[in-house]
């Protein structure tokens, strides 16, 4: 069974800093893929960005970019210019491209913290 | 405008009630979801349909009970309610996995269940 770790439950940067929030995964599938998920203190989960497995390049969507490492099952969110709003609990996820449902697993999260 | 959209936001009942949180999407989705977010914010699913079909059942007790009247509709009715059972519930929409892959999931806004 697939599993998804997230080895800081809290972290803190200084506004307009950069951040990286780490995240591990472990399955024996090739065909997958990874997201990050912002839960703001609304509730809503929001996501922020998605990678393929089967891509090398790495995600970015505007300040927010992906470490994606796949032989070391790591996939890292990296916040550049960190803005208050980006305070939130970020959720790294797994979804298998193998299996016939699409069950999604989460990591436990980690809550960010932007010091003004 | 809403997209996948919950009620109640909130839920205060006592134990041994039986309650219902509605759910509906308008985007057309064929996939919906139930997840249950702990105290810890730790976020598992619950149950997967795939137009009006249960596709997912994790190990949920028997007094959860997901009913899909349509695909843009899925409700979760609970009996008995316990203590254990206060979490946030989230619903979540997506297309069915396509020739571009999957697509990313939708999620309500949540429903603050709470037992006492």
């Known amino acids: 069974a697939q599993t998804v770790t997230q080895s800081q439950p809290e972290m803190s940067v200084q506004e307009a800093e950069t951040v990286t929030l780490s995240c591990t995964y472990d399955?024996?599938?090739?065909?997958?893929?990874l997201f990050w998920y912002k839960q703001p203190p609304s509730r809503q989960m929001i996501l922020v960005i998605r990678?393929?497995?089967?891509?090398?390049q790495n995600a970015t969507e505007n300040r927010f970019s992906v470490n994606f490492q796949k032989a070391a099952k790591s996939f890292s969110l990296k916040i550049s210019d960190s803005q208050l709003g980006d305070a939130a609990m970020y959720f790294c996820?797994?979804?298998?491209?193998?299996?016939?449902?699409?069950?999604?697993?989460f990591g436990p999260g980690t809550s960010l913290s932007v010091i003004p | 405008d809403t997209a996948v959209s919950q009620t109640p936001k909130y839920l205060v009942t006592q134990m041994g009630n039986d309650k219902s949180i509605k759910c509906e999407q308008n985007?057309?989705?064929?996939?919906m979801y139930w997840y249950k977010q702990d105290s810890k914010k730790f976020l598992k699913i619950m149950f997967s349909y795939n137009n009006k079909e249960l596709i997912i059942n994790e190990t949920v007790p028997n007094r959860f009970s997901p009913k899909s009247p349509d695909k843009a509709h899925l409700n979760l009715h609970i009996n008995s309610l316990e203590l254990g059972d206060s979490a946030v519930y989230f619903c979540?929409?997506?297309?069915?996995?396509?020739?571009?892959?999957?697509?990313?999931?939708?999620f309500g806004p949540g429903t603050r269940l709470t037992v006492t």
């Open positions: 990678q393929e497995a089967y891509k090398q």
């Open positions: 979540a929409s997506s297309q069915e996995r396509g020739l571009a892959g999957i697509y990313e999931q939708y």
């Open positions: 996820a797994y979804r298998s491209d193998e299996t016939s449902y699409d069950k999604v697993i």
């Open positions: 985007l057309g989705h064929d996939t």
């Open positions: 399955t024996s599938e090739s065909d997958y893929y």
